[in-house]
T-cell receptor, first 114, second 113 residues
Framework: GAGVSQSPSNKVTEKGKDVELRCDPI?????LYWYRQSLGQGLEFLIY????????KSGLPSDRFSAERTGGSVSTLTIQRTQQEDSAVYLC????????????FGPGTRLLVL | GENVEQHPSTLSVQEGDSAVIKCTYS??????FPWYKQELGKGPQLIID?????GEKKDQRIAVTLNKTAKHFSLHITETQPEDSAVYFC????????????FGTGTSLTVIP
């Protein structure tokens, strides 16, 4: 079946511009995570959505970062006034209620801020 | 919060040899430890996991061991093949009491044919 998809696959933007990254989780998965992966680094937790509960935003690095999940499915991560240090791969993962600890990752969006 | 350290950062082995990657964690409440494999240009993929009530788990050529007392866990790959070349990440989580996963910084494994 279809896995987690993310778009765009690559994004180049200028410093100060806003960007939106999209994640389509596996159909029926109730949990959705966003992570940031900087070059040579591990995955940094950003935000977690579970069903209709309030999201866990504790990993967002600044108020320039926000995310929403509409209708319990698609999620959008927005970075406002991008900075060069925002350049990274942004990964999305989803998991089901039955096997909630198993995360399925998308291919990521590679963001480059010039 | 939890701190996960992973070693080595790079590892080269000859095809057919074994590879071992080690991780340590700091939070004794962590109870779930997955390992992910990430190939170039792709997202991480779960390859094996272990829970804190188990000391060892094996799946064909891959095994994971957990030492709760010492707070470390290891990935063992035997009879390595070129297709095992990838970046491997460990992670720790206090699953069911928290939702966050804490990842190591990754090990780039190269299997030399």
């Amino acid at each position: 079946g279809a896995g987690v998809s993310q778009s765009p696959s690559n994004k180049v933007t200028e410093k100060g511009k806003d960007v939106e990254l999209r994640c389509d989780p596996i159909s029926g998965h109730t949990a959705l995570y966003w992570y940031r992966q900087s070059l040579g680094q591990g995955l940094e937790f950003l935000i977690y959505f579970q069903g209709n509960s309030a999201p866990d935003k504790s990993g967002l690095p600044s108020d320039r970062f926000s995310a929403e999940r509409t209708g319990g499915s698609v999620s959008t991560l927005t970075i406002q006034r991008t900075q060069q240090e925002d350049s990274a791969v942004y990964l999305c993962a989803s998991s089901s209620q039955l096997a909630s600890e198993t995360q399925y990752f998308g291919p990521g969006t590679r963001l480059l801020v010039l | 919060g939890e701190n996960v350290e992973q070693h080595p950062s790079t590892l080269s082995v000859q095809e057919g040899d074994s590879a071992v990657i080690k991780c340590t964690y700091s939070d004794s409440a962590s109870n779930y430890f997955p390992w992910y494999k990430q190939e170039l240009g792709k997202g991480p993929q779960l390859i094996i996991d272990i829970r804190s009530n188990v000391g060892e788990k094996k799946d064909q050529r891959i095994a994971v061991t957990l030492n709760k007392t010492a707070k470390h866990f290891s990935l063992h790959i035997t009879e390595t093949q070129p297709e095992d070349s990838a970046v491997y990440f460990c992670a720790a989580s206090t699953w069911n009491t928290g939702n966050q996963f804490y990842f190591g910084t990754g090990t780039s494994l190269t299997v030399i044919p």
